[in-house]
């Protein structure tokens, strides 16, 4: 079957460095989305890999390896605002999104 | 980035009517609306591919006739829940795909519309 695992929770103190892992086992792979999800709101669009490396957009930062069916995403200079769920999503041989249950990010002042 | 309008955000209805939620992508062309339902704490989940001037694809245990799509135009899907009962209460969110954006090909999210059925 098809499966993506990413902690349930994590906390971390403001102006620090969190990394959310993910890793999936799909029937294929066509790509790795990484969303965020403030409460009672639909997800935003964060970060895509499908090459293995590291993908650096501003406080933001994503790696993908293939090979390992492994992702994290970095979070830097933590801001209180960054409090939410991140979703880990991956696009399969059929083009479908294959969704993480998502990790509820804690920030501590 | 592209934009995804819903409506109604939030809406309240009695057990037994039906419910029509619009879904539109205001500075993009979409192909395809993908339906989402979340329950709290709960990843998201698939109900139904809409493709533009075509029948929906329903997921495995999404009943189509009580989640009726249409999807008349580039633009504009939407999702009616008919003869909505309390188990329907639920956050429901679409989303639609870039027809232009490529080998990206990211799905962009409406803000969700939040029904409870009383």
């Known amino acids: 079957g098809q499966n993506i695992d990413q902690p349930t929770e994590m906390t971390a103190t403001e102006g620090a460095i969190v990394q959310i892992n993910c890793t999936y086992q799909t029937s294929g792979f066509n790509g790795l989305f990484w969303y965020q999800q403030h409460a009672g709101e639909a997800p935003t669009f964060l970060s895509y890999n499908v090459l293995d490396g590291l993908e650096e957009k501003g406080r933001f930062s994503s790696f993908l390896s293939r090979s390992k069916g492994y992702s994290y995403l970095l979070l830097k200079e933590l801001q209180m605002k960054d409090s939410a769920s991140y979703l880990c999503a991956v696009r399969d041989s059929n083009y479908q999104l294959i969704w993480g249950a998502g990790t509820k990010l804690i920030i501590k002042p | 980035g592209a934009v995804v309008s819903q409506h109604p955000s939030r809406v309240i209805c009695k057990s037994g009517t039906s419910v029509k939620i619009e879904c539109r992508s205001l500075d993009f062309q979409a192909t395809t609306m993908f339906w989402y339902r979340q329950f709290p704490k709960q990843s998201l989940m698939l109900m139904a591919t809409?493709?533009?001037?075509?029948?929906?694809?329903?997921e495995q245990g999404v009943e189509k006739d009580k989640f009726l799509i249409n999807h008349a135009s580039l633009t504009l899907s939407t999702l009616t829940v008919t003869s909505a009962h309390p188990e329907d209460s639920s956050f429901y969110i679409c989303s639609a795909r870039d027809l232009l954006a490529g080998e990206t090909d990211t799905q962009y999210f409406g803000p969700g519309t939040r029904l409870t059925v009383l």
């Open positions: 809409s493709n533009e001037g075509s029948k929906a694809t329903y």
